[in-house]
């Protein structure tokens, strides 16, 4: 389909790849699909493992949402790694700021982690659990040649 016959809520298959997973939970423009995208990753790769040919496994955040954190917590879960391309807006460009901020917390032998903050959310204790595991995670950026 021409791009510029998409709707707003549609996306367009990149045209450059040649193959494609997709992931459906059955429901209309739902993308929770919990953490099946990484047990089949892991599965891939250990099922190669198994003949001696290992496959590295690496998830790439480009922009994303509230699903792409719940993506990103599972795969650190999984001891995969994560690399945030910066300057590609919404979710990957806050959380390349965050980290970029705490960074000198974990420099600060004298800083500890707060006490009794108020969780209201499932958002808020995905992205502190997720970042427990920040060193599984580079930074990129979208305007950059390397």
């Known amino acids: ?69 719940r993506s990103i917590y599972n795969d650190l879960r999984r001891n995969i790694p994560i690399i945030i391309i910066n300057n590609t807006g919404r979710i990957a460009d806050y959380l390349v700021q965050w980290l970029l901020r705490t960074q000198e917390m974990d420099l600060d032998i004298n800083w500890t982690t707060p006490v009794n903050i108020n969780e209201e959310n499932d958002t808020r204790i995905i992205l502190s659990e997720t970042f427990k595991g920040k060193e599984s995670i580079s930074l990129h950026s979208a305007n950059s040649s390397k």
């Open 1 to 69: 389909k021409n791009v510029s016959q998409l709707r707003s809520n549609q996306q367009s298959l990149e045209m450059n790849h040649t193959h494609f997973i997709l992931l459906d939970d059955g429901t209309l423009q739902s993308y929770n699909i919990g953490d099946y995208r990484t047990r089949l990753a892991k599965t891939i790769a250990n099922g190669r493992a198994k003949q001696n040919l290992p496959i590295p496994i690496v998830s790439v955040l480009f922009e994303g949402g509230e699903d792409s954190i």
